[in-house]
């Protein structure tokens, strides 16, 4: 997927509740329609930004998970 991303965040070796926060806080930044990009290193964010999605109503167009990494791309409502 080729997604226009606007904001990158690296969050590796931050623990949780700091990567959502983190991205909580950059979403509040951004433009409707903007995406970011967040790298986490916790395991737990997985499921965070999962139920974050869901309840949000921000969009979560993808996740990928590889070498202990996670990734995800969000879209801000």
Known sequence: MLTTVDLELDLSGLTCPLPLLKTKQSLNKLHSGQ???????????????????????????????????????????
């Open 35 to 77: 995406v970011v990009k967040v790298i986490a290193t916790d395991p737990g964010s997985e499921r965070d930004f999962q139920v974050f999605a869901e309840q949000s109503g921000n969009q979560l167009l993808e996740f990928e998970k590889a070498d202990n990494r996670f990734v995800y791309w969000i879209r801000k409502n």
